[in-house]
C-alpha cells in the first residue's frame, strides 16, 4: 500500500542511536493514529552489532516499519539514497540515526503533505538564520535555492517527493551523484524535471542531532562537505538545469564563504595534526580553479595558515576572531576545539564511537 510519507533512515552499527530514535518515532505515530499514513523504513549497511536484530524486533511489532539490510558494506551514500529510493509512499523525510523530532510534529506535517499537490520539496526554515527573507509557502526556484542551497540538503530538515529519487537513480545510476548531497542534486533535478514548487515553513521537525556527539570534524570535513562537494554537487548538474538555477546556487555559496572560512580555519589550526593540514591545503590548492576570485581569496589564506608553525597561526587565528567576532566569538571558538580536542581523545582510546568523514571512492 502505497503511503503518505516514508520516514528514511540509513544506519550502520548504530544500534543505541537508532534505538532511541525508533522508540521516538513508534510512540509517536501510534499515539496521533498515523499508522496507515507513514512508513518507516530502515536502510542497515551491513551492521556489525546489534542493529539488524533491533530493526527485525521493531518490525515484529509495528506493521508500519519496512527494511532493507545490504549485503555488505556500500558506504554512506548509497546507503542514503537507497533508504530514500524504496519508499512505499508520496514522499519521504530523511533522518539520520541521531537525529531527533519533535514529538507532535507529524500531524502538522501529513496536514500540510495533504494539501499540495503541487509540492515537490518542502523544507522546515526553524534553524535557518534568515528565515524572515523567507515568506511561509510556496517558493520562486532562485530565491529559494539563493537562500537554502545548502541549508535544504541537512538530515531532518527536507521532505521530497519518492518519484523524484525513483526515476533519477533508475535514470543516471547511483555513481552519477555527489559524495556529500546527492540528495540535494535528485531534489533540484527532480523539481525541474516536474515543474513542482518548493515550499518552505517553519515546522520545527528536528529539535536535536547527535550528530556533534558521534562525528569528528575536522578541516578537511568541513572543506569538502561544506565547500568543494557543494561546489561540485551544483557544477555537475549545470547542463540540465537552467542557467539562473545554477547562478542562485552559486550566489549562495559565494555569501557563505566567510563563514565557511572561519570555520575549516577553526579545525584546521586548534584540532587537526600536520597530516590532516597537510591533506587539506593540498586539496583546496589543487582545486582553486573551479571557484571565483573571492573565494580563492579565502581560500588562498586558508592554505597559508595551515601552513604555518601551530603557535603562530594559532595566536593569529585568535586575533582575527576576536576582531571580527569579539569575546564571545572568542568563547565560542574555545567550546567548539575543546570538544573536538575531547572527541579526538575519546575515538583513539575507543571509548566512544566517533566517526571522521569517509567518501566512497
Known amino acids: 500500500m502505497t503511503k503518505l510519507l516514508t520516514i528514511s533512515i540509513p544506519t550502520w552499527n548504530r544500534e543505541l542511536l537508532l534505538k532511541e530514535l525508533l522508540f521516538d518515532l513508534t510512540q509517536q505515530i501510534t499515539q496521533f493514529s498515523l499508522e496507515d499514513s ?32 545490504n549485503l555488505s558494506n556500500v558506504g554512506a551514500k548509497s546507503n542514503v539514497l537507497k533508504s530514500m529510493e524504496l519508499a512505499h509512499s508520496e514522499f519521504v523525510l530523511f533522518l539520520g540515526d541521531d537525529d531527533r523530532i519533535r514529538k507532535d510534529c507529524l500531524p502538522e506535517l501529513l496536514s500540510i503533505l495533504k494539501g499540495s499537490s503541487n509540492l515537490g520539496v518542502l523544507v522546515d526554515i526553524s534553524k535557518y538564520k534568515y528565515k524572515e527573507q523567507l515568506k511561509p509557502g510556496y517558493q520562486e526556484y532562485s530565491t529559494f535555492l539563493e537562500n537554502l542551497y545548502w541549508y535544504m540538503g541537512n538530515a531532518g530538515y527536507f521532505v521530497c517527493r519518492t518519484i523524484f529519487f525513483k526515476s533519477l537513480l533508475q535514470k543516471y545510476g547511483y555513481d552519477f551523484f555527489n559524495e556529500c548531497w546527492p540528495h540535494t542534486q535528485i531534489m533540484i533535478l527532480g523539481m525541474v524535471n516536474s515543474n513542482q514548487q518548493p515550499f518552505a515553513k517553519d515546522l520545527i521537525i528536528p529539535i536535536e542531532s547527535k550528530h556533534d556527539q558521534v562525528m569528528l570534524y575536522s578541516s578537511y570535513y568541513l572543506w569538502r562537505t561544506c565547500v568543494y562537494d557543494l561546489l561540485i554537487s551544483i557544477n555537475d548538474i549545470k547542463s540540465l538545469i537552467p542557467l539562473e538555477i545554477f547562478n542562485a546556487c552559486r550566489h549562495q555559496m559565494k555569501i557563505g564563504i566567510r563563514q565557511n572560512f572561519l570555520n575549516i580555519l577553526q579545525c584546521g589550526v586548534f584540532v587537526d595534526d600536520l597530516d590532516i593540514k597537510r591533506r587539506t591545503r593540498n586539496d583546496i590548492l589543487n582545486k582553486l580553479n573551479l571557484f571565483s576570485l573571492k573565494e580563492i581569496v579565502y581560500l588562498i589564506f586558508i592554505t597559508f595558515a595551515l601552513s604555518l608553525p601551530g603557535f603562530i597561526s594559532k595566536f593569529f587565528s585568535n586575533l582575527f576572531i576576536g576582531l571580527t567576532k569579539g569575546k564571545s566569538g572568542l568563547a565560542k571558538k574555545n567550546t567548539f576545539v575543546n570538544t573536538e580536542l575531547l572527541k579526538k581523545k575519546l575515538k583513539s582510546e575507543r571509548i566512544m564511537q566517533i566517526r571522521s568523514l569517509e567518501f566512497e571512492k
Open 38 to 69: 507513514i512508513e518507516i523504513l530502515i536502510s542497515d549497511n551491513n551492521s556489525e552489532d546489534n542493529t539488524w536484530q533491533l530493526i527485525n524486533d521493531y518490525q515484529s511489532k509495528f506493521n508500519f516499519i519496512s527494511s532493507n539490510r
